[in-house]
């Protein structure tokens, strides 16, 4: 009798202890994601609070200057100005225009501008916005965008850039440029647009909390359907 209940639980507890084991590793992994996060907010409060850098840093760390506010002088390239596509502000989905900022002899920095709506992509749209001449740009410092899962590859042949890819922009642009990239945030140009202000903003989500707590509750559920399973009373 006692044999024939081990063979009957052998792959019950095989199957429940794996289960447990994964949902457990993974609410695990979820707790140190927190940990990265909370820390990762913390710094970019914290350099969010700092003064701006008055000038483009050459050289160095770029991460180390990631989210800094920043501003700077130069003038705009507009005839090299490029379309970062898919970019929803207020639930309309538009552009955004990313333009090279000339700082003269000290190089090329991207700026992206901000947000347009598919009627404004092209420039001749909106002349009050293209700017000549020296103009201060203050903005914030952001890095090259990581492709997502599901993020199209970008198409420098007809101008559609689904992320930020500061080496492969400049040079489609015929500029050496910094290996980062300034977000304005002086609010919308003469005009109109581009409109910098939704661009500004730096959200970082943090749900890991509830995500590690899912995993848990999952093993617990998982130990509690396995107990049962086991304590239940055979049929008669």
């Known amino acids: 009798m006692a044999e024939a209940s081990a063979r009957r639980l052998l792959w019950p507890t095989l199957i429940a202890v794996a289960g447990v084991a994964v949902l457990v590793g993974l609410g695990t992994w979820q707790v140190h994601r ?7 907010i913390a710094s970019v409060e914290a350099r969010g609070a700092e003064p701006p850098l008055e000038s483009v840093p050459f050289g160095g760390d770029p991460e180390a200057i990631e989210y800094r506010r920043i501003r700077v002088t130069g003038s705009f390239s507009h005839d090299k100005e ?4 898919s970019r929803v502000r207020n639930g309309v989905a538009g552009l955004h225009v990313v333009t090279p900022l000339v700082l003269g002899e000290r190089g090329t920095v991207l700026v992206d501008r901000g947000w347009v709506p598919p009627e404004k992509g092209d420039p001749e749209t909106r002349p009050e916005g293209q700017v000549e001449g020296p103009v ?12 997502g899962l599901f993020t199209p590859d970008n198409r420098p042949d007809a101008n559609q850039w689904y992320r930020i890819d500061t080496r492969a922009m400049g040079a489609q642009a015929g500029f050496d440029v ?16 581009p409109v910098a202000d939704a661009a500004a903003r730096v959200q970082i989500v943090n749900n890991h909390l509830q995500y590690a707590l899912t995993w848990y509750a999952l093993a617990i559920a998982l130990t509690v359907i396995y107990l049962v399973f086991v304590f239940r009373k055979p049929k008669t």
């Open 136 to 147: 201060v740009v203050e903005g914030v410092v952001r890095l090259d965008q990581e492709p």
């Open 82 to 85: 490029m379309y970062l596509q």
């Open 178 to 193: 910094v290996p980062f990239y300034i977000v304005a945030t002086t609010g919308p140009a003469p005009g109109g647009f």
């Open 34 to 40: 927190l940990h990265w996060k909370e820390a990762l």
